[in-house]
C-alpha cells in the first residue's frame, strides 16, 4: 500500500488541529468559521469509512466527564512497522493521531477502539478494558453477545439476574441492590465471613465449590456478587433467597466446602517456578519470550516476533 490517503490526512489533520490551537480564544467570527472546516473535514472522514473509527453518543462508565460531541473509538496509533536492519520501529503514517487532535479539539471524547464498547440499548460508552486495579464492569454480555451498561440493565434487571442465577462463571459487578430482588447475602446473613480468591495464602474461595454445595442440597437459585477488587486478590458475596438462608449457609461453611482444591498462591508459586525452568530452554535470538501462569499451577512459554508482540499476535 502507498498510503496515499493516509498521508493526505495526516497533512491536512495536523495542519487544522495547529490552527484550532493557535486561534482558541482568537476573533470570535473567525474562529467558529475554522471550527466549521474542522467540522466539515472530521464528517467527511467519518462518513467515508475509509478509518475505523466508532461513534457514542455519551459515556455509561462511571467517574468519566460529558463530551460535547459524543465518543469515538478508533485505534489512535501511529502505523508502524519494524525494521530488522536498525531494530527500531519506522512510522508509516500518523493519520490517526492527526484525526484524534483534530477530534479532541472539536470536544469529542477519545478512547481506544480495543479498551471500550457502546451498549446494545443507549449506544453509551463502556470501558471493557481496566483502567485501575479496583477496575470492575458496569456493563453485561446478555446472552454472551450484546452489551448491555449498567445504567440500561437496572431499569429492568430481570433477565440478568436470570442468566447470572446458579451460574459460578459470572457475578454482578456493579451496584444493584440484589435485596429489592428477593435476595440476601449468605456472608451477612448467615455466618458473618468473606469469601476472598488471589494470590495471598488461604485466599481459596471457590465460586464452583460453593455451587457445588449448594446444588448438592438442591438449592439452584443463587449469585455472586463482586464486592471489591485489588491488584492481588478479590473479594466476593453470593446471594439467595430467603427460605434457602440456614441451609445454604450450613451447606458452605459447615465442612468449610468452599475451599479450592488448589490454592491460588500455591499454584502461581509452582507456575512461575515451571515457567522460569521452560523460559531458560528456549532459543536465543530475535523474540520476545512470553510465559503464561496456568491456575493449576503450570506454565506454557513461547518466541514470538518483535512485530507481533508489538502487534498483540501472542
Not at 508459586?269 to 530475535?286: C, F, I, N, R
Request: proline share 3%; glycine share 8%; aromatic share 10%.
Amino acid at each position: 500500500m502507498d498510503y496515499t490517503e493516509e498521508k493526505k490526512v495526516e497533512k491536512e489533520g495536523f495542519a487544522i488541529a495547529e490552527t484550532l490551537e493557535a486561534m482558541d480564544g482568537g476573533p470570535e467570527g473567525l474562529e467558529e468559521a475554522i471550527k466549521d472546516v474542522a467540522h466539515d473535514w472530521l464528517q467527511d472522514l467519518l462518513s467515508e469509512g475509509h478509518f475505523y473509527i466508532e461513534w457514542a453518543d455519551k459515556y455509561c462508565e462511571p467517574g468519566y466527564t460529558q463530551s460535547e460531541k459524543g465518543v469515538l473509538f478508533a485505534n489512535w496509533n501511529k502505523e508502524t512497522k519494524y525494521n530488522s536492519a536498525t531494530k527500531e520501529l519506522e512510522t508509516i503514517h500518523s493519520a490517526m493521531e492527526a484525526i484524534y487532535k483534530v477530534a479532541e479539539a472539536m470536544g469529542f471524547g477519545c478512547e481506544w477502539s480495543d479498551e471500550w464498547a457502546t451498549c446494545h440499548e443507549c449506544n453509551g460508552a463502556v470501558r471493557t478494558a481496566p483502567d485501575c486495579y479496583s477496575w470492575t464492569r458496569s456493563y453485561a454480555l446478555i446472552d454472551d453477545c450484546e452489551v448491555v451498561c449498567a445504567e440500561c440493565i437496572e431499569e429492568d434487571p430481570g433477565q440478568y439476574l436470570e442468566d447470572l442465577s446458579g451460574n459460578p462463571e459470572k457475578a454482578v459487578t456493579f451496584p444493584i441492590d440484589l435485596f429489592d430482588h428477593g435476595y440476601h447475602n449468605l456472608n451477612d446473613d448467615a455466618i458473618e465471613r468473606s469469601f476472598e480468591n488471589g494470590f495471598h495464602g488461604g485466599q481459596d474461595a471457590s465460586p464452583h465449590k460453593i455451587a457445588i454445595a449448594l446444588e448438592n442440597v438442591g438449592i439452584t437459585d443463587f449469585i455472586f456478587k463482586i464486592d471489591s477488587v485489588g491488584q492481588f486478590a478479590a473479594r466476593f458475596s453470593v446471594w439467595v433467597q430467603e427460605e434457602d438462608l440456614q441451609v445454604a449457609g450450613k451447606a458452605v461453611f459447615e465442612d468449610d466446602s468452599y475451599h479450592a482444591d488448589v490454592d491460588p498462591a500455591a499454584a502461581m508459586k509452582a507456575g512461575l517456578e515451571e515457567a522460569s525452568k521452560k523460559m531458560s530452554k528456549l532459543p536465543e535470538g530475535e523474540g520476545v519470550k512470553h510465559a503464561t501462569v496456568n491456575p493449576d499451577g503450570t506454565a506454557t512459554v513461547k518466541l514470538v516476533s518483535q512485530q507481533d508482540f508489538i502487534e498483540g499476535n501472542i
